[in-house]
Structure formats: structure tokens, C-alpha cells
């Protein structure tokens, strides 16, 4: 089984300022790991995902992320944020060989940027 | 290429009455996901078909709930009676067939619905 620990529930940061949003998983076996984000009235899109390969992911819109396998975390940044970037943001995982795909959500993390 | 679409948007019930809601995935999508998302809590997985065939139930919160994806197109999830505590909002994903290498596919999510059960 596998658990997500999104560990900030809200985060406020100012327009042009950079942000991480913090995420660490637990896991028996080996997992993929994504970032997804939700905007407002709209469903869940795919920012970037770590199969395998380079530990430095970079997705959509600007943001990256580092997986760190020691320290079970998968952390997501962007170095200058826009007020469109303001949405929920959603960590999740899946296990290798898992059945059916399925993935484990953290609980979200709101960014909202003020200007 | 048009995305998953979910209908209704909203629902709005009375507790012990039925709700259907229905899924559209992206066209030749064999897997198709129902998740749920309860208030202040995490979005969990519900089940998986892969066609018409239910992979994994799992995550089905009990009898009252049930999945249905005939024809393998379009989904339903129907709870019947609802309760106070199945409000929430109903995500669906679907995925195209898992390559040969075993690597896995984006799940393109829908807009979601949200249930209310007063």
C-alpha cells in the first residue's frame, strides 16, 4: 500500500516570487509519481510525472521536480509564479505492478499568488 | 480530440434517494477510473475497468454503490440509497491500453461532479 503526505494545505506566495510545494510519499515498493493541478471549475491535468531516469522532471507551465529516493520525496517548484498559477495542486502515486494503475492522492495543496 | 466529460456538473439530493452518474471517456480508452473526492480529505480511487470488464473494485466504500460500463464506452456509478456521507466530488480518468514494456499512461482526468445529499 502507499500514502501521500502533501504538507502544506495552503500556500500564499506573491506574483514573480519562486514556490515549492513539498510532497513525501511512503511505499512498500517502487512507485511512479506525479503532480497534477486543478484550476478553478476545471478537472485534474497532468503538470509532469517520474517514471524512471533523470531524478529532475520538468512539466508544464514552468514547474519541475526532484524525486529524492532517500528521502522519499518528490518535491515541486517554480521559480516565478503567475496569477494564473493560482489552483490546487495534487501529488499522487502509483505502485509499480500495481493492479489496475490506480493512483494515491495527497490532500492537495492550494497556492494561491497575489500580486 | 475531445476530453472525459462527466454529466451532471452538479447534483443536488435528498438522503435515501438515487443518483446516477455517468462518464464519458476519451475515445479508445480501455481503462476507465472513478474516483472520489470526500470534503477536507484526499481524492480516492473507487474502481477500474479495463473495457467492459471491472479490474479493481477496491476502493468501492460499500453495496451501495454500483459501477456499470457496458459496451465498454461509457461509464455509470450509480448510489442507491444515497447518504449524507457520500457527498463529495466524483472524478473519472481514463487511460489508453498499457504498452507492451509494462510503462504506465497518463489518466486524463474530467471535470468531476459534485454530489450534495442534504
Known amino acids: 500500500a502507499q500514502s501521500v503526505t502533501q504538507l502544506d494545505s495552503q500556500v500564499p506566495v506573491f506574483e514573480e516570487a519562486p514556490v515549492e510545494l513539498r510532497c513525501n510519499y511512503s511505499s512498500s515498493v517502487s512507485v511512479y509519481l506525479f503532480w497534477y493541478v486543478q484550476y478553478p471549475n476545471q478537472g485534474l491535468q497532468l503538470l509532469l510525472k517520474?517514471?524512471?531516469?533523470?531524478?529532475l522532471v520538468k512539466g508544464i507551465n514552468g514547474f519541475e521536480a526532484e524525486f529524492n529516493k532517500s528521502q522519499t520525496s518528490f518535491h515541486l517548484r517554480k521559480p516565478s509564479v503567475h496569477i494564473s498559477d493560482t489552483a490546487e495542486y495534487f501529488c499522487?502515486?502509483?505502485?509499480?505492478?500495481?493492479?489496475?494503475?490506480?493512483?494515491?492522492f495527497g490532500g492537495g495543496t492550494r497556492v494561491l499568488v497575489k500580486p | 480530440e475531445a476530453g472525459v466529460t462527466q454529466f451532471p456538473s452538479h447534483s443536488v439530493i435528498e438522503k435515501g434517494q438515487t443518483v446516477t452518474l455517468r462518464c464519458d471517456p476519451i475515445s479508445g480508452h480501455d481503462n476507465l477510473y472513478w474516483y472520489r473526492r470526500v470534503m477536507g480529505k484526499e481524492i480516492k480511487f473507487l474502481l477500474h475497468?479495463?473495457?467492459?470488464?471491472?479490474?479493481?473494485e477496491s476502493g468501492m466504500p460499500n453495496n451501495r454503490f454500483l459501477a456499470e460500463r457496458t459496451g465498454g464506452t461509457y461509464s455509470t456509478l450509480k448510489v442507491q440509497p444515497a447518504e449524507l456521507e457520500d457527498s463529495g466530488v466524483y472524478f473519472c480518468?481514463?487511460?489508453?491500453?498499457?504498452?507492451?514494456?509494462?510503462?504506465?499512461?497518463?489518466?486524463?482526468f474530467g471535470p468531476g461532479t459534485r454530489l450534495t445529499v442534504l
Open positions: 499522487a502515486v502509483m505502485g509499480f505492478g500495481a493492479a489496475g494503475n490506480k493512483l494515491t
Open positions: 517520474y517514471l524512471s531516469g533523470s531524478t
Open positions: 475497468f479495463v473495457k467492459e470488464s471491472k479490474q479493481d
Open positions: 480518468a481514463s487511460s489508453p491500453r498499457r504498452t507492451s514494456g509494462g510503462t504506465t499512461d497518463t489518466q486524463y
